[in-house]
């Protein structure tokens, strides 16, 4: 399906012809249940040459593949649970089931050889049944929850570009409006039990919702007549506003739990509303002169005014009563950019780059001190800051790229070195599950990118990527309990993917193919503490997939497996307190089958 283009532009609507597709998926994924997916795609032209419309839809279900073991049994006591408790789960196989669909339509309309219209819209909903995490402690893909943590999650954005090419110039105006909901309650049935000395679980719900709005308005005037100068600029708006809301309140915790004492006054746990308003407004230009037929020289800038506005109350017993954000972030500046490119010929060039990037500053909110004491003091924070700077960056890259043997091989690579101040660096506090944002000072990182696509016979395609980065910090950043050396977070140092794929004919009008690919992924950090290692680094892991399949006219039938060696990489873990360690991870080995229609 095209319905989701990461980095790639989707296809266009076509007024030349008709064309549609279809495709569906089954899988089943070891020790878990079926999958299904669906898509479909029509192109319709509306008037020839002037007026098309294509349209994606999908839907997906992925079955789950964690199985819930709670040592206690349903029903539970009536003390065990406050009446605001989302859906009780007792013992249950593959609970964590997912269901997604989407679609995107887009209109393109050409009154004119110079002027094209371009509306859109795309839809995509997401609703689960659980967390896709499971408890290290219970054993693999096993949790021990008392309560079901559904989610929902939609988003819609409208998008309009409207394009007019003057002869000597074309004009974009790419104008877009997005909204985005979110709803989930998380699995916090076994936190109380050591925030409050209890002995036995408490159920009761954690619940957040986020709604956010984002207005994007850009126009860009780009040269396209001959001769040695080619220039590009224009103007940039945009308006992010986001809303959000968390609640761990249950208003029978006293009468369950303490005799209707006020322990918990008004059953609030912890309450929290944020108001986050951003805005930014940019003008950029860049130009490229080419001094001889196979030298360029391309300088750019781009001028930046950002505000941003956050406000926000926490209240609750775990927050130690009521505390307040009120932070504002504004900032101008320049963003400089000088590049060089030589072509040796015309399969190959060179370049060498510098530029400079920012990230604006932004409100944040303190953790709660009652709840992330010990974390802080794990990492010697005694008064974290409600504002984090923005970070700036300064990026030095030289380049080639290359095609050789008729094009059957290319080559494309790259050595970086990037220098930043004021890092913006956001650790996850093991124990208490929040997060801690601020500026790490300063910090390094080098390294290399390499690509290559071979073809060595007709029919095989080999593809390689590789790639290194050494990231540190070059000053110590007691605001994060940092040192000076520590790796960056959230930085794998090695990364590389291999795929080979090979086709050829069978019968008339049939031919076969073959797809092996891997991934590998160096280890990495979450934070600036060691001392808890299952919750400080992840593992180095690689994975596989495998594909093979038959093609004939307009269908095509294809058998794969993914994660081909089951593996099990810790993507991630949080502990609650006491709730043990929710790890996420991949989704294990899964077999399928693919069948689609051109018509």
Same mark, same amino acid.
């Given at each position: 399906?095209?319905?989701?283009?990461?980095?790639?532009?989707?296809?266009?609507?076509?007024?030349?012809?008709?064309?549609?597709?279809?495709?569906?998926?089954?899988?089943?994924?070891?020790?878990?249940?079926?999958?299904?997916?669906?898509?479909?795609?029509?192109?319709?032209?509306?008037?020839?040459?002037?007026?098309?419309?294509?349209?994606?839809?999908?839907?997906?279900?992925?079955?789950?593949?964690?199985?819930?073991?709670?040592?206690?049994?349903?029903?539970?006591?009536?003390?065990?649970?406050?009446?605001?408790?989302?859906?009780?789960?007792?013992?249950?196989?593959?609970?964590?089931?997912?269901?997604?669909?989407?679609?995107?339509?887009?209109?393109?309309?050409?009154?004119?050889?110079?002027?094209?219209?371009?509306?859109?819209?795309?839809?995509?909903?997401?609703?689960?049944?659980?967390?896709?995490?499971?408890?290290?402690?219970?054993?693999?893909?096993?949790?021990?929850?008392?309560?079901?943590?559904?989610?929902?999650?939609?988003?819609?954005?409208?998008?309009?570009?409207?394009?007019?090419?003057?002869?000597?110039?074309?004009?974009?105006?790419?104008? +877009?409006?997005?909204?985005?909901?979110?709803? &989930? #309650?998380?699995?916090?049935?076994?936190? *109380?039990?050591?925030?409050? @000395? $209890?002995?036995?679980?408490?159920?009761?719900?954690?619940?957040?919702?986020?709604?956010?709005?984002?207005?994007?308005?850009?126009?860009?005037?780009?040269?396209?007549?001959?001769?040695?100068?080619?220039?590009?600029?224009?103007?940039?708006?945009?308006?992010?506003?986001?809303?959000?809301?968390?609640?761990?309140?249950?208003?029978?915790?006293?009468?369950?739990?303490?005799?209707?004492?006020?322990?918990?006054?008004?059953?609030?746990?912890?309450?929290?509303?944020?108001?986050?308003?951003? +805005?930014?407004?940019?003008?950029?230009?860049? &130009? #490229?002169?080419?001094?001889?037929?196979? *030298?360029?020289?391309?300088? @750019? $800038?781009?001028?930046?005014?950002?505000?941003?506005?956050?406000?926000?109350?926490?209240?609750?017993?775990?927050?130690?009563?009521?505390?307040?954000?009120?932070?504002?972030?504004?900032?101008?500046?320049?963003?400089?950019?000088?590049?060089?490119?030589?072509?040796?010929?015309?399969?190959?060039?060179?370049?060498?780059?510098?530029?400079?990037?920012?990230?604006?500053?932004?409100?944040?909110?303190?953790?709660?001190?009652?709840?992330?004491?010990?974390?802080?003091?794990?990492?010697?924070?005694?008064?974290?800051?409600?504002?984090?700077?923005?970070?700036?960056?300064?990026?030095?890259?030289?380049?080639?790229?290359?095609? $050789?043997?008729?094009?059957?091989?290319?080559?494309?690579?790259?050595?970086?070195?990037?220098?930043?101040?004021?890092?913006?660096?956001?650790?996850?506090?093991?124990?208490?599950?929040?997060?801690?944002?601020?500026?790490?000072?300063?910090?390094?990182?080098?390294?290399?990118?390499?690509?290559?696509?071979?073809?060595?016979?007709?029919?095989?395609?080999?593809?390689?990527?590789?790639?290194?980065?050494?990231?540190?910090?070059?000053?110590?950043?007691?605001?994060?309990?940092?040192?000076?050396?520590?790796?960056?977070?959230?930085?794998?140092?090695?990364?590389?993917?291999?795929?080979?794929?090979?086709?050829?004919?069978?019968?008339?009008?049939?031919?076969?193919?073959?797809?092996?690919?891997?991934?590998?992924?160096?280890?990495?950090?979450?934070?600036?503490?060691?001392?808890?290692?299952?919750?400080?680094?992840?593992?180095?892991?690689?994975?596989?997939?495998?594909?093979?399949?038959?093609?004939?006219?307009?269908?095509?039938?294809?058998?794969?497996?993914?994660?081909?060696?089951?593996?099990?990489?810790?993507?991630?873990?949080?502990?609650?307190?006491?709730?043990?360690?929710?790890?996420?991870?991949?989704?294990?080995?899964?077999?399928?089958?693919?069948?689609?229609?051109?018509?």
């Amino acid at each position: 399906k095209d319905l989701l283009y990461v980095g790639a532009e989707p296809p266009k609507p076509d007024s030349s012809a008709f064309d549609a597709s279809v495709a569906g998926t089954l899988s089943y994924t070891d020790g878990g249940e079926e999958n299904y997916a669906m898509n479909g795609m029509v192109n319709v032209p509306l008037a020839e040459d002037k007026a098309a419309l294509r349209v994606v839809a999908y839907y997906q279900q992925d079955g789950g593949y964690v199985d819930n073991r709670p040592e206690e049994r349903q029903p539970l006591p009536e003390y065990q649970y406050s009446e605001s408790a989302a859906k009780l789960i007792d013992v249950r196989d593959n609970y964590n089931d997912e269901d997604s669909s989407g679609v995107r339509a887009v209109l393109t309309v050409t009154p004119t050889e110079q002027l094209t219209i371009e509306p859109g819209i795309y839809y995509q909903s997401t609703t689960a049944d659980a967390w896709t995490t499971y408890v290290a402690e219970m054993g693999d893909l096993k949790s021990n929850f008392l309560e079901m943590s559904p989610h929902e999650e939609t988003f819609t954005i409208y998008s309009l570009n409207v394009s007019y090419d003057f002869g000597w110039a074309e004009l974009l105006s790419a104008s +877009s409006y997005s909204e985005y909901e979110l709803l &989930t #309650t998380e699995p916090f049935d076994r936190v *109380l039990p050591g925030a409050l @000395g $209890l002995p036995f679980p408490y159920v009761a719900p954690y619940r957040t919702n986020e709604e956010q709005e984002v207005f994007t308005q850009e126009l860009r005037l780009t040269s396209t007549g001959s001769g040695p100068w080619k220039w590009i600029g224009g103007l940039f708006y945009q308006q992010d506003d986001l809303t959000t809301k968390q609640r761990y309140v249950t208003p029978d915790i006293n009468d369950d739990l303490f005799g209707g004492a006020p322990v918990v006054p008004g059953g609030r746990l912890f309450v929290f509303d944020a108001e986050r308003e951003e +805005s930014q407004f940019a003008v950029f230009g860049e &130009t #490229t002169y080419s001094v001889t037929p196979k *030298l360029d020289l391309t300088a @750019g $800038l781009r001028w930046f005014d950002n505000d941003s506005d956050r406000y926000a109350v926490a209240d609750g017993l775990f927050n130690g009563g009521e505390s307040i954000t009120d932070v504002n972030a504004a900032e101008d500046g320049f963003t400089p950019k000088v590049q060089a490119s030589y072509r040796t010929n015309e399969n190959t060039m060179f370049f060498a780059t510098i530029a400079k990037g920012y990230r604006p500053g932004f409100g944040t909110v303190v953790p709660p001190p009652g709840l992330c004491d010990a974390d802080l003091a794990a990492i010697g924070v005694t008064n974290p800051s409600d504002q984090v700077d923005s970070d700036e960056l300064w990026s030095y890259e030289v380049g080639s790229k290359a095609s $050789l043997m008729d094009r059957r091989l290319t080559i494309q690579g790259a050595v970086y070195f990037n220098q930043w101040d004021d890092l913006q660096q956001s650790i996850d506090l093991p124990t208490c599950g929040f997060v801690l944002s601020a500026n790490a000072g300063k910090a390094e990182s080098k390294g290399f990118e390499l690509e290559v696509n071979a073809m060595p016979i007709d029919g095989l395609v080999l593809d390689l990527a590789i790639g290194y980065v050494d990231a540190e910090l070059t000053e110590s950043a007691p605001g994060l309990g940092a040192q000076s050396g520590d790796r960056l977070v959230y930085v794998p140092d090695w990364s590389f993917s291999v795929g080979a794929t090979y086709t050829h004919a069978i019968a008339a009008q049939m031919e076969a193919f073959y797809h092996a690919d891997y991934q590998y992924s160096g280890d990495m950090t979450f934070n600036y503490d060691p001392s808890v290692p299952d919750l400080y680094q992840r593992d180095a892991f690689g994975t596989g997939s495998l594909r093979a399949g038959l093609k004939k006219n307009q269908w095509q039938v294809a058998a794969f497996v993914d994660n081909v060696s089951d593996e099990r990489p810790a993507l991630g873990s949080l502990r609650f307190l006491t709730s043990g360690t929710l790890t996420y991870t991949l989704r294990p080995r899964t077999y399928g089958v693919n069948l689609s229609y051109e018509f």
